[in-house]
């Protein structure tokens, strides 16, 4: 079964405090990799989708990476508009249907 | 481009109730997926549908049933509402082959089980 584990749980930054979120996954055989920010009572907001092994993403102060077994979210000199949860999801092979999500990192950036 | 919406936003409903939630797909996309929410936790598959037909579910049980139109909207029941089903429900479009294809989220239905 499709596992999705995200660390930390929680994570305070302050403006301009860059920081890495973690996420780790175990899947038979990976489709793609997706990240997702949720701002609190809404739905998912797509950020990236990562494929393959190597791959790397970005987007404003975001880049995001892939190896065999882990995900990398970087947020480099964050700002207050940053705060949210993040989420991590999987896609399995063979099974173009479910995503399976982590628990989410929830970051906070201060000014 | 319209983006995925769903109605209600907020619903209360009391234990053994039935409910129904509803979902229009981004324009242009021909796949449906739904997903629970509990507080503090990430979204859980329950189904997704394709050209009118379930393509796949997740571990929920039967009271979970759920509709695609031909406009490509989509509905999802609930029956004998249980106190565990309050949470946010989450519909996510997506165009390709069944489920292919980057999954947009919709704002979510928030829904209390009294």
């Known amino acids: 079964e499709d596992q999705v584990t995200q660390s930390p749980e929680a994570l305070r930054l302050q403006e301009g405090e860059s920081s890495s979120l973690n996420c780790s996954y175990t899947?038979?055989?990976?489709?793609?990799l997706f990240w997702y920010r949720q701002d609190p009572g809404k739905g998912p907001e797509f950020l990236f989708t990562?494929?393959?092994a190597g791959e790397e993403k970005e987007k404003e102060r975001l880049k995001a990476t892939l190896t065999k077994k882990e995900s990398f979210l970087h947020i480099t000199a964050p700002k207050p508009e940053d705060s949210a949860t993040y989420l991590c999801?999987?896609?399995?092979?063979?099974?173009?249907?479910?995503?399976?999500f982590g628990t989410g990192t929830r970051l906070q950036v201060t000014l | 481009e319209t983006g995925v919406t769903q109605s209600p936003t907020h619903l209360i409903k009391t234990r053994g109730q039935q409910v129904t939630l509803r979902c229009s797909s981004q324009?242009?996309?021909?796949?449906v997926s739904w997903y629970q929410q509990a507080l503090g936790q990430g979204p859980q598959f329950i189904f997704q549908?394709?050209?009118?037909?379930?393509?796949g579910r997740g571990n929920f049980p039967p009271r979970f049933s759920g509709l695609q139109f031909p406009n490509y909207s989509s509905e999802l029941n609930v029956n004998a509402l249980e106190l565990d089903d309050s949470a946010l429900y989450l519909c996510?479009?997506?165009?390709?082959?069944?489920?292919?294809?980057?999954?947009?989220f919709g704002p979510g239905t928030r829904l209390t089980v009294l």
């Open positions: 996510a479009s997506s165009l390709g082959t069944g489920g292919l294809g980057t999954q947009y």
């Open positions: 899947v038979s055989g990976l489709r793609g």
């Open positions: 990562l494929y393959s």
């Open positions: 999801a999987v896609q399995e092979a063979g099974t173009a249907s479910k995503l399976t």
């Open positions: 324009s242009g996309h021909n796949t």
């Open positions: 549908y394709y050209r009118e037909e379930e393509n």
